[in-house]
């Protein structure tokens, strides 16, 4: 048997999948960091590329007859080399998508929450799942220019405002509106030299992909789209927060065994309260986020609103930009504190339980920040 046997075998082993799908998500995981690193762009970059390019050579080789002998010796060794290729194009097609997916579910899980933003977030992880059981189906050339839109779509996302320093609703709406001219322009490649085939065809292709976007646009108006790029890194409730020298003093009650606790659960009515958060956001993006205050007096009653607090960060610290708010002598009953981008979307939540207590001070433990 010879080594390109053997390797086929190899690939074709029923556990194969499981062991790129484990191995690809672990290797992410630990390679990819910041979602503002150029590096790590560039590579998602490249991947959208040769996926286009093999999206557009899948279509173009199913809709032109296959040359024969005479044909395929005239051509040159690299045009005969994508023809030899082409019953790989599935597993090709399979690693790309699987490697941006898990990239998107990776960024996209550092901002959301168990909140409405988890919605998108599912979205990706069910997608980066599912893509294992779809090599056999990949070859439908609907299904990948749908696939393509909604990665194009994820890139866009955060893509911009990386680069422009902006993040709002013109700049996702600009997102959406390159991911589809991206995708509308690989359906072009695949139909223009096929006057005869390529309206009715291309429509029909296309009109799921932009469905898709559409529909991810309603997600982002729903506050269903976790607010990539930022990230809340840290974030608590605390007795007292002061600033000595490039840190923050957190304090805090903590028992002798409660080793791992880093804020407050519980919180006495009768004292000044503090909310300290770490917010991370890309070097160029600089951008207004919110402290908005619940309460509600007890667990059968909703949050209702309190307080919304502006605070103005900018990016590029790795531990996230760090800022508090505070407020005085709250009512008894459960607070909430919702982190909030300029658009609603929630980054993140910190919540505390606030009750009547003695005059009994209790023992504070530090925690720099």
Not at 299 to 324: C, M, Q, V
Request: net charge positive; charged share 20%.
């Amino acid at each position: 048997m010879s080594s390109l046997a053997k390797v086929q075998a190899i690939l074709a082993k029923p556990f194969m999948p499981a062991v790129f799908f484990f191995s690809g998500v672990t290797y992410d995981s630990l390679t990819l960091t910041r979602i503002d690193r150029l590096q790590d762009n560039l590579l998602l970059l490249i991947y959208l590329l040769l996926l286009g390019v093999l999206i557009v050579l899948t279509g173009r080789l199913g809709i032109e007859p296959a040359p024969d002998r005479e044909q395929l010796a005239a051509l040159s060794p690299v045009i005969r080399w994508v023809l030899h290729s082409r019953p790989y194009y599935p597993m090709a097609s399979q690693f790309l998508l699987r490697g941006l997916f898990s990239a998107y579910a990776i960024f996209y899980s550092r901002s959301a929450t168990l909140t409405s933003t988890a919605v998108f977030f599912g979205v990706l992880v069910l997608l980066l799942v599912s893509n294992e059981f779809l090599r056999d189906r990949l070859s439908n050339l609907r299904l990948l220019v749908s696939l393509y839109a909604l990665v194009c779509f994820g890139f866009f996302t955060f893509f911009l405002p990386v680069m422009t320093g902006y993040m709002n609703v013109v700049v996702f709406l600009a997102g959406a509106l390159l991911s589809a001219a991206v995708t509308f322009r690989v359906v072009h490649l695949i139909y223009r030299d096929n006057p005869d085939r390529s309206k009715r065809e291309a429509v029909g292709i296309t009109t799921p992909a932009v469905a898709l976007i559409g529909l991810m646009v309603g997600f982002y108006f729903l506050n269903w789209i976790p607010p990539v790029p930022l990230s809340m890194k840290f974030g608590g409730i605390y007795h007292e927060v002061r600033k000595s020298d490039d840190r923050f003093e957190l304090s805090f009650e903590r028992k002798w065994y409660q080793v791992w606790k880093r804020s407050d659960t519980t919180f006495p009515s009768n004292e000044p309260i503090y909310c300290f958060t770490a917010v991370f956001a890309p070097v160029a993006l600089n951008t207004t986020v919110y402290h908005h205050w619940y309460f509600r007096p007890h667990a059968d009653k909703p949050f209702t609103h309190a307080d919304k607090i502006p605070l103005k960060i900018s990016g590029g610290r790795e531990g996230g930009y760090r800022a508090y708010t505070f407020k005085q002598r709250l009512d008894s009953g459960d607070w909430r504190v919702d982190v909030e981008a300029e658009d609603g979307r929630i980054i993140g939540r910190v919540s505390v339980k606030v009750e009547e207590r003695g005059e009994v001070q209790p023992a504070l433990t530090t925690l720099f920040y």
